[in-house]
């Protein structure tokens, strides 16, 4: 079972391991966890030593489900990506902006 500290860390990093590969993602704002008011939107970053690292924009109020609502889901090329997946175990219904960055994983 997933302790809250491995969900709700005091600094906002995260060591993940998708698809066999480690990773870590992280943000900047150290208060991003502790201040409700921060999670609307807020920059990730992930690196892993393989590809290039992500700088990726979350935001936590969005409705992208009613844009995409009649897209197909069940072919592999409109799944999305597991590190998207990742993030949305922390904030549920998140779009994820890879800024420019093709999704990987």
Do not use: K
């Amino acid at each position: 079972q997933v302790g809250s500290m491995l969900r709700t860390p005091r600094f906002p990093v995260w060591l993940c391991s998708i698809r066999g590969t480690h990773s870590v993602l992280f943000g900047t704002e150290r208060r991003l966890l502790s201040d409700w008011r921060l999670e609307h939107a807020f920059r990730l970053h992930f690196y892993n030593g393989r590809v290039r690292p992500a700088h990726l924009t979350v935001d936590t109020h969005s409705h992208h489900w009613e844009q995409g609502r009649s897209r197909d889901t069940s072919s592999p090329r409109r799944r999305a990506p597991a590190l998207e997946m990742a993030i949305r175990t922390r904030w549920p219904g998140a779009a994820v902006c890879w800024n420019g960055t093709e999704p990987f994983f």
